[in-house]
C-alpha cells in the first residue's frame, strides 16, 4: 500500500510560517535552556502610543535601504514605522516575531498582534501604502506563496552582491 500525499498539502504549512501571531511567541527559539520570556509583553511598549505597525529591515543593506526610501515616499499618511533588524529594539521585535534575535535574513513588518516574513511581509507592507500599490499586492497574492517566498528568498541571498552594502544604517 502505497502512501500517497497530496501535492498541495505542503501548502497549508508554508502559509502558516508566513504569519506569526503574537499569542504564538511568547517564548524565543533555543530549546529547553532558553529562559522564557514574554516578547509580546516585553515589546508591549512598541505599541503602546504608536499602534502603527513596524517595518523591520537590513539597516547596512542597499537594497533594504532602498525599499525604506520607497515606502517612505509611498507613504503619505505615514502609516508605517521603520526599524533596522540590527537595533537592540529591532533584535527585540524580531524575538516577538517568533525569530531569532541576529536573523537578518529577511524584512519583517511587526503588528500589533501579527508578525509578516518574506513575501507576505512586503505583500502586507504595500497594502499600507498609496494607491495603486495595495491592488497589486492583491493581484500578487494570487501567486502561490512557494512561488513568492521562492523569488523573494533568491532575491535576499544575493542582495549585497547585487546592490551591495552600506557601512552603517543611512535611515
Same mark, same amino acid.
Given at each position: 500500500?502505497?502512501?500517497?500525499?497530496?501535492?498541495?498539502?505542503?501548502?497549508?504549512?508554508?502559509?502558516?510560517?508566513?504569519?506569526?501571531?503574537?499569542?504564538?511567541? &511568547?517564548?524565543? *527559539?533555543?530549546?529547553?535552556?532558553?529562559?522564557? %520570556?514574554?516578547? /509580546? #509583553? $516585553?515589546?508591549?511598549?512598541?505599541?503602546?502610543?504608536?499602534?502603527?505597525?513596524?517595518?523591520?529591515?537590513?539597516?547596512?543593506?542597499?537594497?533594504?535601504?532602498?525599499?525604506?526610501?520607497?515606502?517612505?515616499?509611498?507613504?503619505?499618511?505615514?502609516?508605517?514605522?521603520?526599524?533596522?533588524?540590527?537595533?537592540?529594539?529591532?533584535?527585540?521585535?524580531?524575538? &516577538?516575531?517568533? *525569530?531569532?534575535?541576529?536573523?537578518?535574513?529577511? %524584512?519583517?513588518? /511587526? #503588528? $500589533?498582534?501579527?508578525?509578516?516574513?518574506?513575501?507576505?511581509?512586503?505583500?502586507?507592507?504595500?497594502?499600507?501604502?498609496?494607491?495603486?500599490?495595495?491592488?497589486?499586492?492583491?493581484?500578487?497574492?494570487?501567486?502561490?506563496?512557494?512561488?513568492?517566498?521562492?523569488?523573494?528568498?533568491?532575491?535576499?541571498?544575493?542582495?549585497?552582491?547585487?546592490?551591495?552594502?552600506?557601512?552603517?544604517?543611512?535611515?
Amino acid at each position: 500500500m502505497a502512501l500517497v500525499i497530496h501535492p498541495l498539502a505542503h501548502l497549508r504549512t508554508l502559509r502558516r510560517t508566513c504569519t506569526v501571531a503574537a499569542a504564538d511567541v &511568547r517564548r524565543p *527559539r533555543g530549546g529547553a535552556t532558553a529562559a522564557a %520570556v514574554d516578547w /509580546v #509583553e $516585553e515589546t508591549s511598549v512598541f505599541f503602546r502610543d504608536d499602534t502603527r505597525p513596524i517595518m523591520l529591515f537590513d539597516g547596512v543593506c542597499n537594497l533594504c535601504n532602498g525599499g525604506v526610501r520607497f515606502v517612505r515616499d509611498n507613504d503619505r499618511r505615514r502609516k508605517i514605522r521603520f526599524e533596522a533588524l540590527q537595533s537592540e529594539s529591532g533584535k527585540k521585535l524580531l524575538q &516577538r516575531s517568533g *525569530r531569532s534575535p541576529d536573523d537578518i535574513s529577511s %524584512v519583517v513588518l /511587526v #503588528e $500589533e498582534d501579527r508578525s509578516y516574513i518574506k513575501s507576505e511581509a512586503v505583500l502586507r507592507i504595500m497594502e499600507y501604502l498609496d494607491l495603486p500599490l495595495p491592488q497589486l499586492a492583491l493581484f500578487l497574492k494570487l501567486l502561490p506563496l512557494f512561488v513568492r517566498d521562492f523569488a523573494y528568498d533568491n532575491v535576499a541571498n544575493n542582495r549585497y552582491v547585487i546592490f551591495g552594502r552600506a557601512e552603517s544604517c543611512e535611515i
